[in-house]
């Protein structure tokens, strides 16, 4: 157990609706990282923040945003989804921002899009 | 653009012997590279990572090994175990942007 917490496990949905997924930090790490997971694309970068604000944005679409709230959970929302955005999202924390701490990862939420 | 290439998407080793897995990089600028292992259903967990100053490091059955020259690294568990049997992942990062770079990852079958 990594101590990242994410929820729901699963979400099945249609397309063109909208989703929100939750991630609970470890205890103490400021920093939260979002990756997508597709079959093909292996793990990507979405969005990182730091203590509430965003501090780095990889290849995240624009109908998806996230924030970090100040008890340091974080959401990725996902809006007007297509079939492509069927996927696994994980989200990691780690204590600082552009250290070398290490992250630690959730067990994700897979997203199945019909 | 693929920075961070496993061109292995997968390996079968026989318990006890040595499973080596490999990982190349494009950008010279990665000063920090790390191994996740996954199992089905579970997020990644953090392996074994080294630092670009250094060529080796090792933490009991894990050894990885970096060649700056060639933008090589290589984990090498030694002696395999059924347990090990996961799917690979390694990952490079500019250390001072925390944003991890993933390859595609190599599935580890350790035959009994």
């Known amino acids: 157990d990594s101590g990242v917490t994410q929820t729901p496990k699963h979400l099945i949905t249609a397309t063109g609706q909208r989703v929100t997924l939750r991630c609970s930090p470890r205890?103490?790490?400021?920093?939260v990282y979002w990756y997508q997971q597709s079959l093909d694309q292996g793990l990507q970068f979405l969005i990182q923040y730091y203590n509430g604000e965003e501090r780095a944005k990889g290849n995240i679409l624009e109908r998806f945003s996230a924030q970090q709230f100040p008890d340091l959970h974080s959401e990725l929302n996902l809006s007007s989804l297509e079939l492509g955005d069927s996927a696994l999202y994980f989200c990691?924390?780690?204590?600082?921002?552009?250290?070398?701490?290490?992250?630690?990862f959730g067990p994700g939420t897979r997203l199945t899009v019909l | 653009d693929q920075q961070v290439k496993q061109n292995s998407p997968s390996l079968s080793v026989q318990e006890g012997r040595i499973s080596i897995l490999n990982c190349d990089y494009t950008?010279?600028?990665?000063?920090?590279f790390l191994w996740y292992k996954k199992y089905p259903a579970e997020g990644p967990t953090f392996l074994i990572s080294?630092?670009?100053?250094?060529d080796k490091n090792e933490d009991g059955r894990f050894t990885v090994f970096l060649n700056k020259s060639a933008k090589h690294l290589s984990l090498h568990i030694v002696p395999s175990q059924p347990g090990d049997s996961a799917v690979y992942f390694c990952?490079?990062?500019?250390?001072?942007?925390?944003?991890?770079?993933f390859g595609q990852g190599t599935t580890l079958q350790v035959k009994p």
């Open positions: 950008n010279s600028m990665f000063d920090y």
């Open positions: 205890s103490g790490d400021l920093s």
């Open positions: 990952a490079a990062a500019i250390s001072n942007t925390g944003k991890l770079i």
């Open positions: 080294i630092s670009s100053i250094k």
């Open positions: 990691a924390s780690r204590l600082g921002q552009g250290s070398t701490d290490t992250q630690y």
